[in-house]
């Protein structure tokens, strides 16, 4: 308790005995024990407090509602190739090569 041992409490209750007597001994126990609940409860708040303000400098994850329902990676769309074009020398051009095609007489 406070780091003080029983024998050290058990000093100072006597001394409190009779430097206050008997008489007013409740009155001031009450009054000490309610200045300690009022310090219990201060702690307490700041505790509180201190923890609130580091949960809200956090901040929340950027999630959608209907993620739950979707697929974690949807599947990517199939890749074609570009459309072929024909020039007017008659070479077939595509997006990966460039070939001549037959010129027939």
């Given at each position: 308790m406070l780091g003080m041992s029983w024998g050290e409490v058990l000093v100072i209750a006597i001394?409190?005995?009779v430097v206050i007597g008997?008489?007013?001994m409740p009155e001031v126990i009450r009054g000490v024990a309610k200045v300690?609940?009022?310090g219990?409860?201060?702690?307490?708040?700041m505790r509180d407090s201190i923890r609130l303000d580091e949960l809200e400098s956090?901040?929340?994850p950027q999630v959608r509602p209907t993620a739950i329902f979707e697929e974690?990676?949807?599947?990517a769309p199939p890749q074609t190739e570009?459309?072929?074009?024909?020039?007017?020398?008659g070479e077939t051009q595509s997006a990966d090569s460039t070939t001549k095609a037959p010129q027939g007489s």
């Open positions: 001394v409190a005995l008997p008489e007013k300690v609940r009022q219990q409860r201060l702690v307490n708040e956090m901040s929340p974690p990676n949807p599947p570009a459309p072929t074009a024909v020039a007017k020398t």
